[in-house]
């Protein structure tokens, strides 16, 4: 399944900004695509969303992987799930929360689960109920993100799994995907950098702050649904907002305080603008069919530079000799 993609990348899911037209450009491109079920607003949405993306893509794309917000707070969540089993997509992404109701039907009906996760008891409590894949959440990443350094939480989870593991938050370039992979991930996972391409449902005002922002104008808070979030800086304050004012208080999750249904101006996810750390790698909005090009050349760079910093060493060290410098 991992082989049917071009680069060992996720397009990852992004709440009002991955539609179809995203997905299908991404998988075309040759690297997995996905969307939150909860952008389909209408009746038979979803339904209509993944036949468009599979006619679209045909055998030869790389797989769709659709992501269930599985948050108790989902009103969605049943229906949605009907609706994916019945298109059997290769995989499906859960996040927010634990995947025990949703992977067993999953699994059975042959579909692989990708848990998103932030710590490693997330991490255990995912392998418990069958995850097949873990996403790890680290520090920085764009959306509700995880304060976890990569590198630890890599290693603490390949002690424990031997699954798929993608690495999400602070990748913008091939160089950092080389990285996720030399540290033991099979697959990297980039929001951020896709939110300033052509085919995203993003304004025109969000692509241009993220393209502007650097990582120093990312505000971590969870004032906005509970979580902690990265947003925009230039965004509060473009909503008049002070970014004093939204900072780190006590905990709850929930989806309709997200969406801006539990009332209150401005309206939430649609009006404040996410992104991460990432921000710092992105100068440009191109396609996605350029951008994966271009994340493929330098995911080449990167491993003829990496090739030549470590040959000598490994040989080295397999043949026992000190090699005096040459690290
Ligand atoms: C605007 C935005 C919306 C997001 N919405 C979701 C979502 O609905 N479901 C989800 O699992 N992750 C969501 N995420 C998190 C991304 O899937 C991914 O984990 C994150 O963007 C990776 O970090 P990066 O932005 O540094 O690349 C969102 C991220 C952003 C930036």
């Not at 520090?139 to 799994?161: D, E, L, M, Y």
Request: glycine share 10%.
């Amino acid at each position: 399944m991992l082989k049917r993609a071009r680069l060992p990348l996720v397009a990852a899911p992004m709440l009002l900004v991955s539609g179809p037209e995203l997905v299908i450009a991404a998988c075309r491109a040759g690297v997995f695509g996905s969307f939150p079920t909860a952008n389909c607003r209408a009746e038979g949405e979803l339904d209509e969303w993944l036949y468009r993306i599979a006619a679209a893509c045909g055998p030869d794309a790389a797989p769709c992987v659709p992501n269930l917000i599985v948050h108790r707070s989902n009103p969605r969540l049943d229906q949605d799930l009907d609706v994916i089993l019945r298109h059997r997509p290769a995989a499906v992404i859960t996040s927010v929360g634990s995947p025990a109701a949703v992977a067993p039907a999953l699994r059975a009906a042959g579909i692989q689960v990708w848990c998103d996760v932030a710590t490693v008891r997330h991490a255990e409590r995912a392998i418990d109920a069958g995850a097949d894949g873990l996403i790890l959440l680290t520090a920085g990443a764009g959306g509700q993100t995880g304060s976890a350094n990569p590198f630890a939480f890599v290693r603490a989870v390949r002690q424990r799994f031997d699954g798929i593991v993608a690495l999400s938050g602070g990748q913008a370039d091939g160089h950092a995907l080389l990285a996720a992979r030399a540290l033991g991930c099979d697959l990297g996972y980039m929001g951020t950098r896709f939110i300033a391409t052509r085919e995203a449902r993003a304004d025109e005002r969000y692509k241009d702050f993220v393209v502007e922002s650097e990582l120093d104008d990312i505000h971590l808070t969870n004032a906005l649904s509970g979580l902690e979030t990265n947003l925009l800086r230039r965004s509060l304050l473009a909503q008049g907002l002070d970014p004093a004012e939204f900072g780190l208080g006590p905990k709850r999750f929930s989806m309709t305080a997200l969406e801006g249904r539990e009332g209150g101006a401005p309206k939430r996810w649609r009006d404040i603008w996410s992104a991460g750390h990432s921000v710092s790698g992105v100068s440009d909005v191109p396609s996605v069919a350029e951008l994966v090009d271009r994340l493929a050349a330098e995911y080449a760079e990167a491993a003829r530079t990496t090739h030549a910093l470590t040959a000598e060493p490994a040989q080295a060290a397999e043949s026992g000799r000190v090699p005096g410098g040459a690290w």
